[in-house]
């Protein structure tokens, strides 16, 4: 197959603006063409980008769209991303490359461990003073040469060399005395220099008080004293210096049928020694925002002990944790959006999402007080997808999220062609409880719009079980394995060790996955060795809905509900943003798992989906050791290990593993050889390569002016919807546990052939 060629166009130095729509658009720096294929290695690009920019290979950023995405930037690492860039613009003969330099860090003071950079980098650059610079270059009897000019320091000396023009001149040896940084006092100084001129004096104008304010504090850092207030109110500001005689006062109020504040009165004399302003009593949440946002901007996990720290390092100011943690929570809303005000657009946000993609089910509903309740979200894609290319069988989990109001998300997946998490619908609701799964179930049922029996994987309690039955007639319920195990282990009263309930539970999920009768009583009757009452307990469990020897529902061996572990960790990446923004990051996240499948798909050239084809070869290797024999009709006699029945008008085999894999086991596949028939022809279509792309053939449109809020007509009725009363609680959120004990059962790995289930004593596998 050719080479997939194609330019790059790569682009540095400019920058990115949102435009109303979200999407991204790039203006200003340069910009290169480079020749690029899918032969080409991450290294080799990274190293060609460098030598064309002249700029260090290690401190780049390299980033690019998806074609018809421009609101989600994809970053290259290694070499399978840049394979997949070009995969995805294959019809395309260039593609716009994005360049980003990282900063490195240039600071002399101790780093903290969550920050690469300080705050004062966030600030201009201050001009050293010239009485410094007088002294460095006073003397004329010294050659003259450019202030810009590469300086190299000696090692074991202060004496500078600088190279210009191949000429090499040394310099008298700098004191560190003159260094900007050399002390504490003199840091604060430079970082805080900027705002000595915050106030200037009598007739100073201001938007509003909270400006003059903000200024206020600025000048009072910048020039190392405290104040307290006289008179503080919504027009008027009187504030003297905190020590006692000194004169320093000032006074300032509005302007008459104006919001504007103006200085009326200053003395700006102090008398007093002033000294280091170290105290943090001064410093609001507001000013500590101020300082901190850009920083959070690109440090999203910049921490609260990290904040103190930089801040006493930078302005001399000494903070408490919850200084810090008030002012983070500042700074975070003023970058995101009001978390209130994200509540407020609810409506709006569902009806855009039903206007840009039709067929889609977007609602939500509020309690008597107006305070959010839940909210559903199923996009069309998603629905169309399950409907025409997945197994009609459904997990249904949990997450609880830890954003500042708290809440739930509950979620519906699938699993694709390919075994693969699809998402199909999710809700955030104030609590999980049986009411709010029972509402949720309700939104599933009108979104699907089936009458296609379908099988849940799920928890039986929370009122799951009532809930399923009532609304999805003729489906069926399987019971998820995990809180069963974990229900089990808190009902034993009887005092085992940890290894005896890990011996328990591996016996459990062997009963669960034994395809008969026999099979389980085997694995129970184990279990019933070591405790009687774990034996009762697992009899009255109702195994028909867990064990694969009774369970009449398809469930395609799949045993737990959570199965959709890489969508809930979108919501766990995205919990602290406002809910329509956290919402708006899971559909983004959506779009680009729908944009990826459907692109590599389109590589296949197997009738069947990659997983899938290889348990079909592994199952085709085991036939050479079987015998068939025809015994009446389309029914047929399997010898190997065991003697099997299959059944080729019913695709059944004595076995079990045909009717519970959905792939024809080893004993089918032998007799399909003998009939001359093709084994794919007895393969589930669900996991057809045909299948798989019908799954991930439709998009989900961009929801334009999510921020803007809809002009209704005067005659609607405007919803107003107001954050849950629920708070987040003080200490360290919980993290929810996949189980107490180790419930996966510990398989056995082969040493010959490396397969799982069976050891080398046993291996069966023709090598």
């Known amino acids: 197959m050719d080479d997939k060629k194609m330019i790059a166009i790569c682009q540095l130095g400019g920058e990115f603006k949102t435009n109303r729509d979200g999407s991204l658009s790039y203006s200003g720096g340069d910009a290169h063409a480079i020749d690029i294929d899918d032969q080409m290695t991450f290294d080799d690009f990274k190293k060609e980008v460098a030598e064309m920019f002249s700029c260090g290979i290690n401190t780049m950023s390299i980033k690019y769209f998806l074609p018809g995405n421009k609101k989600t930037l994809i970053t290259i690492s290694n070499d399978k991303d840049l394979k997949r860039m070009i995969t995805f613009h294959g019809d395309s003969l260039t593609t716009d490359v994005y360049i980003m330099m990282e900063t490195p860090d240039v600071s002399n003071m101790p780093a903290s461990r969550s920050s690469r950079t300080t705050l004062s980098e966030a600030v201009p650059p201050i001009d050293p003073p010239l009485d410094v610079m007088d002294n460095i270059v006073s003397d004329t009897n010294q050659p003259n040469f450019s202030l810009g000019a590469p300086l190299d320091v000696n090692d074991g000396t202060n004496n500078v060399v600088a190279h210009i023009d191949d000429v090499q001149i ?327 060790s940890h290894e005896v309930k890990r011996l328990m539970i591996e016996d459990l999920y062997t009963a669960a996955s034994a395809p008969r009768p026999e099979g389980f009583q085997r694995c129970i009757e184990s279990i019933k060795s070591i405790s009687l009452e774990a034996y009762n307990w697992i009899i009255e469990s109702e195994p028909q809905n867990w064990a694969n020897a009774f369970f009449q529902g398809s469930r395609y061996n799949h045993l737990t509900s959570n199965f959709g572990e890489l969508f809930y960790s979108w919501a766990s990446d995205a919990h602290d943003l406002p809910i329509t923004q956290m919402v708006d990051a899971i559909r983004e996240k959506i779009v680009e798992l729908v944009y990826t499948r459907r692109a590599e798909s389109g590589q296949w050239l197997t009738r069947l989906t990659p997983s899938m084809e290889e348990k079909l070869e592994k199952e085709s290797l085991k036939v050479r050791s079987l015998q068939v024999m025809l015994t009446s009709g389309n029914t047929f006699e399997v010898r190997g290990e065991s003697i099997e029945v299959v059944d080729m008008d019913r695709w059944d085999c004595s076995c079990k593993d045909w009717q519970l894999t959905g792939l024809p086991c080893s004993h089918a596949i032998a007799v399909i050889s003998c009939t001359g028939r093709s084994p794919y022809d007895y393969c589930a279509r669900y996991f057809t390569t045909e299948s798989y792309r019908l799954t991930y053939s439709e998009s989900i449109n961009p929801l334009p002016d999510v921020d803007r809020p809809h002009q209704k007509d005067s005659s609607q009725v405007v919803v107003t919807v107001t954050p849950p009363p629920t708070r987040r609680p003080p200490g360290r959120p919980t993290k929810k546990k996949s189980g107490s004990y180790e419930i996966i059962k510990r398989q056995l790995q082969c040493s010959r052939c490396k397969g799982l289930g069976h050891n080398k004593s046993t291996c069966k596998e023709i090598l």
């Not at 921490?303 to 943690?325: C, M, R, S, T």
Request: net charge positive; charged share 25%; proline share 4%.
């Open 170 to 496: 040394v310099l008298p040896e700098i004191s560190p005395s003159l260094s900007l940084i050399h002390s504490n006092e003199e840091k604060h100084v430079k970082a805080a220099q900027q705002w000595q001129n915050a106030i200037t004096g009598v007739g100073q104008r201001f938007n509003g008080v909270n400006e003059f304010r903000e200024a206020l504090r600025k000048y009072a850092l910048a020039n190392q004293f405290a104040f307290r207030y006289k008179k503080n109110d919504s027009h008027r500001v009187t504030v003297k210096c905190k020590t006692e005689g000194c004169p320093w006062r000032i006074h300032a109020s509005r302007l008459t049928t104006t919001q504007l504040i103006c200085i009326k009165k200053m003395n700006p004399t102090h008398t007093c020694d002033g000294g280091a302003l170290t105290g943090g009593n001064q410093a609001t949440r507001s000013w500590v925002a101020s300082i901190i946002k850009e920083k959070l901007k690109a440090f999203p996990n910049y921490k609260p002990k990290d904040i103190v720290h930089d801040i006493k390092q930078e302005y001399g100011v000494q903070l408490n944790y919850f200084q810090a943690w008030r002012g983070k929570e500042v700074a975070r809303e003023q970058l995101q959006g009001s978390y209130k005000e994200a509540y407020k657009q609810l409506p709006y946000y569902c009806e855009r999402i039903m206007e840009a993609n039709p067929g889609s089910l977007a609602t939500f509903t509020t309690k008597e007080d107006s305070s959010f309740h839940r909210l559903f979200i199923s996009f069309h894609a998603s629905v169309y997808g399950f409907l025409q290319g997945c197994r009609p069988l459904l997990f249904l989990d949990s997450i609880p999220l830890k954003s500042k109001y708290q809440g739930t998300l509950l979620a519906a997946t699938a699993a694709d062609g390919d075994d693969a998490v699809f998402p199909v619908a999710f809700s955030v609701v104030d609590a999980e409880t049986a009411d709010n799964w029972y509402w949720f179930l309700q939104q599933l049922k009108s979104a699907l719009s089936s009458t296609c029996p379908l099988t849940f994987v799920a928890d039986r309690r929370k009122g799951l079980k009532e809930s399923i039955s009532e609304i999805f007639k003729d489906s069926y319920h399987s019971y998820c394995l995990r809180y069963l195990t974990d229900q089990l282990i808190r009902d034993l009263k009887g005092q085992f």
